[in-house]
Nanobody, 122 residues
Framework: VQLQASGGGLVQAGGSLRLSCAAS????????MGWFRQAPGKEREFVAA????????YYADSVKGRFTISRDNAKNTVSLQMNSLRPEDSAVYYC????????????????WGQGTQVTVSS
């Protein structure tokens, strides 16, 4: 599956952004879809993921209660609604696909989009 993320930008602390990831390929609905982020000088970290059915989302503790992941299999898209943004949320955000639900390691996700920059000013 091929992925392309969009929706990043510059926002003030406390603001919101919505990221989208468009997927191509007939088997999109079979994958767990996830979001990761990577700040300069840091490792890529898990943010959120959602089962192929749209059920059972799971989140990193750092974003729980502020971010919401969703997907639309009819449109081959997965979204990340980010509210109450903080400067520490600034990073390049990547969408990714995994054949197995429940994993959080970047190495387990086989397909990646190109990333979209999110910058949160204080």
């Amino acid at each position: 599956v091929q992925l392309q993320a969009s929706g990043g930008g510059l926002v003030q602390a406390g603001g919101s952004l919505r990221l989208s990831c468009a997927a191509s390929g007939r088997t999109f609905s079979a994958y767990t879809m996830g979001w990761f982020r990577q700040a300069p000088g840091k490792e890529r970290e898990f943010v959120a993921a959602i089962r192929w059915s749209g059920a059972s989302p799971y989140y990193a503790d750092s974003v729980k209660g502020r971010f919401t992941i969703s997907r639309d299999n009819a449109k081959n898209t997965v979204s990340l609604q980010m509210n109450s943004l903080r400067p520490e949320d600034s990073a390049v955000y990547y969408c990714a696909a995994d054949s197995t639900w429940g994993r959080r390691m970047a190495k387990d996700f086989a397909s990646w989009g190109q990333g979209t920059q999110v910058t949160v000013s204080s």
